[in-house]
Structures are given as C-alpha cells and as structure tokens.
C-alpha cells in the first residue's frame, strides 16, 4: 500500500491487537475505521480482563522479551498522555524448581539484553516475599514488570483514537461484505469462525477460569505495594495482587476445553475453586479460607506454538490476520500493533514466526502453553 497517500483501512476488532494496530496506522497518517461487534475491551473479549501480567521472562524466546521492553515503553507512553493509570509497577516474580531450564535461559537473555533480574534462594524469597510459602522453590525477580489494567488500557486507546480522528463505531463485520477494501480482522478468538476453512484448526479458543480471593482485613500485604505478580511454573498457577482491591487473582494456565466465545457461559465450575483452594493453603497460607469475591471465564486463541498471527491473507492481497495471542499476548499489544502496520504499509522486514505457515493444526488441543 502506498504510504504517502491516506488511504483507508478498516479494523475490524477492538481488543488489545485491534486497538494497537488502529494507534499505529494512524500514527502513519492513514485513514482508519475501527469497528468492534461487542464495544473494546468486552466481557466476551479476551482483552476483556480487570489485569494481565507484563513480564520478559520468556525463556530462550528472546524476541519476546525484547517486545515485553519495547512495548511497556509504549504503554508507559500512552499512559502518560492520556493521564490513564494503566500500569502496576509491582514487579513480576517466577517461582521455580532448582536448575529449571526456562529460568536458566531467562537469565541469560536478560543479561544479554539488560533487564534487570534479581534470582532468589528459598531462604531469600521466604524472607523478602513472606505472602509465599517458599516450599523450596526458588524466584527470579523482575523489579521491572507488572500488571496492567487491561480493560481499562484498551477502551481508553479506543477513547483516545475516537477523539483524535480514527472513526469508532459497534458493527459486526462480515468478511463478504468488504471483499475488495483493506481490511485487518483482529478479532481474536473469533478469527477461526470468520476464517472457518482457513484457520478452524489452527486457532483453538479454549475457556480459562479466573478466580478473585478476598484479602485479609486490615492488611495491605497482598496488595501491589507489598508483593508482585507471580507465576508458579511447576504448577502452572499464576496471579496477579489485590489490585483497586478487587481481590487476590489466580488463574491455572492449563488449555481448558474449546468454546465458543459468543455464546459460552461464563461462570466458573466449582471444581475451579475447590482446587484452587488447596492450591492457595499450601502456597499463601494466609488465604487459606479466604473467600471467594469475584470470577471471571475468559478464553484463550492458542496457536500451535503459541506465536501470534500477524499475517497477510493468503488469497486476499488486502485482507489481514492478527490474533493468536496464546494467553500472553495482552502485554504485547503495542509491539504487534506496530509490527502489523509495518506489514501493510509495506515498511518492516516479515518476520516467520508471525506467519500463517509456522501455525500447525492444533484443534486436537495440542496448542502450547503460554509460559
Ligand atoms: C484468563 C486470561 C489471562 C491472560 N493473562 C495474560 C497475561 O497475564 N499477560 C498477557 O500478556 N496476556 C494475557 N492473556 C492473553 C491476552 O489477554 C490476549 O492474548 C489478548 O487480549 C488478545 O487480544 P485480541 O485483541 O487478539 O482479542 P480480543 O480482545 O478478543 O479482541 C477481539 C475483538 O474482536 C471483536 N470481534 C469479533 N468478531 C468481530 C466481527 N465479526 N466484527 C467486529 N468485531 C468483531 C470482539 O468483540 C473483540 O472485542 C490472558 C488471557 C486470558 C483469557
């Protein structure tokens, strides 16, 4: 597409990707139209949560990591100027068996790209995190990270771009009826109905339990001041603290079952919270009991390998796929923006990873996990 003309591009998606990708294009000087069936950031839309983890622990998967840096700069950015309170900066914290693979190459690649880490003993977290039960696990700490206000994040970029000439309305968009415009379809767990023979079996929607615990009264030690986000590797328990006490949050990241994210029913199963529960005893004795205050069931768009959709149609020259953001991709939503505007505008290298061609048939839930 040539830049130098404005040309008009339709975003059919306002979640975190959709929104993103609106904020980019426009930055480049085109004419954008954004368009969301449900309104940005809705309690069916996977960027529809109170809060996400920021972190740039990713392993050996340093692209991401660069990512996590360069998109909490845009955040803070954006932030910044429309006065919205939209990061935590409470820290992030992996728990970890001793010689954990994962937690090995975090290391390296923070030191390689200067994130600043502190790797804790058993002894070291007890002492400095006492809301953790340590029961020998060790910790990389990323003073860094954080949580952001995911919504809330989302609908006020949505806010910003209506106020300052990106053309915002309710719709829901049918692939047929714009055949010939460009269009990006950012539609998130959505895109595999859309694309049914194209992507059915390479984007698996699939339902995630969202449990909130009530905090201790009179106590601000599980709050965002006193502890960080955390993610418990050998269990795969995550959680993020009482932010704008809505409560302690904790989720499993283990792929539930597939959905539909329109018409799924979004109460949590009891046997959710009954293992949750015994979870929370043994690693935060002191919410053992804690009531149960709030739930959400929110879903995930696995990929095969957990890499994002950021490609071009393969048999339509204007049409363009983003999603897939495999349970982690809330954090990089300024970067994905900024890499699919880079795609249609013709002016950013492709990078593989985000193609249609690395995304593998994953509907027999083979999808991998986020961590
Ligand atoms: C429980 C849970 C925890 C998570 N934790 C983290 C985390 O800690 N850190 C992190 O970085 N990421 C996390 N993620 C992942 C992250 O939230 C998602 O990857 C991200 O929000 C996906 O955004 P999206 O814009 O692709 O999709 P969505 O937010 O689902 O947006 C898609 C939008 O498209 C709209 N739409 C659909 N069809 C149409 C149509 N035909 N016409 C118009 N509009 C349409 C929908 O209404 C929706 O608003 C988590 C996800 C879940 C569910």
Same mark, same amino acid.
């Given at each position: ?15 975190v ?11 480049a ?18 960027s ?40 935590v900066?409470?820290?992030?914290l ?17 030191? &390689?790209h200067? %994130? *600043?880490?502190? @790797?804790?003993? #058993? $002894? ?8 953790? !039960? ?16 995911a ?30 415009e ?14 049914p023979?194209l ?21 601000s ?18 959680g993020?603290p ?8 904790? &989720?499993?990241? %283990? *792929?539930?079952? @597939?959905?539909? #994210? $329109?018409t ?7 046997e !959710? ?46 049409v ?6 495999s ?12 890499y ?26 083979a ?5």
């Amino acid at each position: 597409m040539p830049t130098g003309s404005r040309a008009e591009v339709t975003v059919a998606g306002a979640g975190v990707f959709g929104a993103w990708i609106a904020w980019h294009l426009h930055h480049a000087g085109l004419r954008v139209a954004l368009v969301d069936a449900y309104g940005p950031a809705n309690s069916r839309a996977s960027s529809g949560g109170e809060s996400r983890i920021l972190r740039m622990a990713y392993g050996a998967r340093e692209h991401y990591t660069r990512w996590s840096v360069r998109s909490l700069q845009l955040w803070r950015e954006f932030a910044a100027l429309s006065g919205e309170e939209i990061f935590v900066p409470c820290g992030a914290l992996w728990l970890h068996p001793p010689d954990d693979v994962f937690a090995a190459q975090t290391v390296k690649a923070f030191q &390689a790209h200067g %994130v *600043r880490y502190e @790797a804790m003993a #058993p $002894d070291v977290l007890a002492e400095r995190f006492p809301q953790f !039960a340590a029961r020998g696990s060790h910790a990389v700490y990323e003073p860094h990270a954080g949580a952001l206000l995911a919504r809330r994040s989302v609908q006020a970029l949505v806010r910003w771009l209506a106020a300052n000439g990106v053309r915002y309305e309710q719709r829901r968009v049918n692939p047929r009826e714009l055949d010939g415009e460009t269009v990006v379809y950012a539609c998130g767990p959505w895109l595999p109905r859309l694309f049914p023979e194209l992507l059915g079996n390479r984007i698996v929607a699939t339902r995630q339990e969202v449990l909130f615990f009530g905090v201790p009264p009179g106590s601000s030690s599980f709050g965002p001041q006193s502890m960080p986000c955390w993610v418990d590797v050998e269990s795969q328990y995550y959680g993020i603290p009482d932010l704008e006490s809505r409560g302690f949050k904790i &989720a499993h990241d %283990v *792929r539930g079952v @597939a959905i539909d #994210p $329109d018409t799924e029913n979004r109460s949590v199963s009891r046997e !959710a919270v009954e293992k949750v529960r015994d979870y929370l005893a043994a690693r935060f004795p002191a919410l053992a009991g804690a009531p149960l205050v709030e739930t959400r069931v929110c879903q995930y768009e696995n990929t095969s390998n957990g890499d994002y959709l950021l490609d071009r149609h393969p048999d339509k020259e204007r049409v363009w796929l983003a999603g897939g953001g495999s349970g982690h991709g809330f954090k990089h939503g300024p970067m994905a923006g900024k890499y699919m505007a880079g795609q249609i505008m013709g002016s950013m290298p492709v990078d593989a990873r985000f193609g249609l061609a690395a995304k593998l048939d994953c509907s027999d839930g083979a999808a991998s996990s986020s961590l």
